[in-house]
């Protein structure tokens, strides 16, 4: 258990549509990276939010958005879904400027699109 | 543009066998390359290896970076069926937690 909780486990939606995942920081960590992992695939970054600020971007569109909180929770919100965007979504937890052995890991959102 | 390439992508060993999972990266201003399980959702962390950290050891797990070939090799010794999962290796530029990963590689140990 890391302390990192993530909402939905999983969902499916329908090409179009739009979708909402949530990510819960472990105690005391002010920044949250987002990853796409696709079947197969290793996880690509999408963004990170350092205390509510979107602190660097990965090769993801702009339909790609997201959010950070006052507690340091955040969203990762997809709009107009498309068939490729189906894969697990990690939320990954941390404190700003430490390095990768304090990087904690969510279980991740199984997202489906049909 | 940061690169990290895995190989083998997949591999099939036995109980017993030692296996070399083996990682190639391409980062500006290294600084950390980090070596996760993952068996289904979760990364697990497994070693953080730096340019003053080179050599790491835990139980039948060992990892080794090589600074001069940008490269690591994580080592399993006596396998076990609870060591199949995909193992993925990920390079870490400054610190700021912005991990580039490889595909992975996926173990199978088979009794």
């Known amino acids: 258990e890391t302390g990192v909780t993530q909402s939905p486990t999983h969902l499916i939606k329908t090409r179009g549509q739009q979708v909402t995942l949530r990510c819960s920081s472990q105690?005391?960590?002010?920044?949250v990276s987002w990853y796409q992992q696709a079947l197969g695939q290793g996880p690509q970054f999408i963004f990170q939010y350092y205390r509510e600020e979107e602190n660097g971007r990965g090769n993801f569109p702009p339909r790609f958005s997201g959010l950070q909180f006052p507690n340091y929770s955040s969203e990762l919100n997809v709009n107009a879904l498309e068939l490729d965007d189906s894969a697990l979504y990690l939320c990954a937890s941390s404190w700003g400027g430490t390095s990768g052995n304090t990087i904690y890991f969510g279980e991740g959102s199984w997202l489906t699109v049909v | 543009e940061d690169k990290v390439v895995q190989s083998p992508l997949s591999l099939v060993v036995h109980e017993g066998d030692t296996v070399t999972l083996n990682c190639s990266y391409e980062v500006t201003n290294f600084r950390s390359l980090l070596w996760y399980k993952q068996e289904k959702k979760a990364p697990t962390f497994l070693f953080m290896l730096t340019s003053s950290g080179i050599e790491k050891k835990s139980g039948r797990l060992s990892s080794i970076l090589d600074k001069k070939e940008l490269s690591s090799i994580l080592n399993i010794t006596a396998t076990q069926t609870g060591d199949s999962a995909i193992y993925l290796c990920?390079?870490?530029?400054?610190?700021?937690?912005?991990?580039?990963f490889g595909k992975g590689i996926t173990l199978s140990v088979r009794p």
């Open positions: 990920a390079v870490e530029p400054g610190a700021n937690s912005k991990l580039t």
């Open positions: 105690s005391g960590h002010n920044t």
